[in-house]
């Protein structure tokens, strides 16, 4: 498997707090992403980063930010936790490969079980 | 954007049975083809993948999947499932010239011994 290391791996919050979730690689992959899996949904990707301080939304990035100072480290926040945000999220790494930009496949992290109440 | 569509939502198969699970992604350029698996309170496991050459992949525990270009088509097979095989299997799709990856909703699999 991939180094990639989700913290925490369950967490129970209240609705308006900050929450920050973590992503932590070890394989030096340029690219990483937040996704959140809900049933009937899928995969849906949050945000993404395609280099350190490189960020860009994904389609549910309402309510969520995201950071990344070093090339290992991933941070999702939701800024003020709602029910609607409990889920199962799951953090991704890539790379390109070649002059043609070709990604390897995505690889996975354990995901983190998040409940808002 | 591009979109994945995954036409089976659950399958029941008895043990011995052939798989084939469907998977149609939207996008007229070059893309790389991926079928993940989700094992129960696990996390996405790659089953193969597709970036080139022969449309007929093979990938782990007899899995194969068919590229048909022209339908814009990746569907997954397996010519006898084990009970083992019980899981969620999500297709998903990456521009050759982008960054994204796009996931199906997934096709949840019961395998009856």
């Known amino acids: 498997d991939a180094g990639i290391t989700q913290s925490p791996r369950h967490k129970v919050t209240e609705t308006g707090t900050p929450v920050t979730l973590r992503c932590h690689q070890t394989?030096?992959?340029?690219?990483m992403y937040w996704y959140r899996q809900d049933p009937g949904h899928g995969l849906r990707l949050i945000h993404y980063?395609?280099?350190?301080?490189?960020?860009d939304k994904g389609e549910v990035s309402d309510g969520y930010s995201v950071s990344r100072s070093k090339t290992e480290d991933f941070l999702l926040t939701l800024e003020s936790a709602t029910s609607s945000q409990t889920s199962v999220y799951f953090c991704?790494?890539?790379?390109?490969?070649?002059?043609?930009?070709?990604?390897?496949?995505?690889?996975f992290g354990q995901g983190t079980r998040l409940t808002v109440v | 954007a591009q979109s994945v569509s995954q036409h089976n939502h659950h399958v029941i198969l008895s043990e011995a049975a052939s798989l084939e699970l469907g998977c149609n992604y939207s996008?007229?350029?070059?893309?790389?083809l991926f079928w993940y698996v989700q094992y129960p309170g696990q996390h996405l496991q790659l089953l193969l993948k597709?970036?080139?050459?022969?449309?007929l992949v093979k990938g782990i525990k007899g899995f194969e999947a068919e590229f048909i270009k022209s339908k814009f088509s990746f569907n997954l097979r397996k010519p006898s499932v084990q009970w083992s095989d019980t899981a969620e299997y999500f297709c998903?799709?990456?521009?050759?010239?982008?960054?994204?990856?796009?996931f199906g909703t997934g096709t949840s699999l019961t395998v009856i011994p």
């Open positions: 998903a799709v990456n521009a050759n010239t982008g960054n994204q990856f796009y």
């Open positions: 991704a790494i890539s790379e390109s490969r070649g002059g043609l930009k070709r990604f390897t496949e995505a690889f």
């Open positions: 996008y007229g350029g070059t893309v790389n």
């Open positions: 394989e030096n992959h340029r690219y």
């Open positions: 980063s395609y280099g350190v301080k490189d960020t």
């Open positions: 597709y970036f080139s050459g022969d449309p």
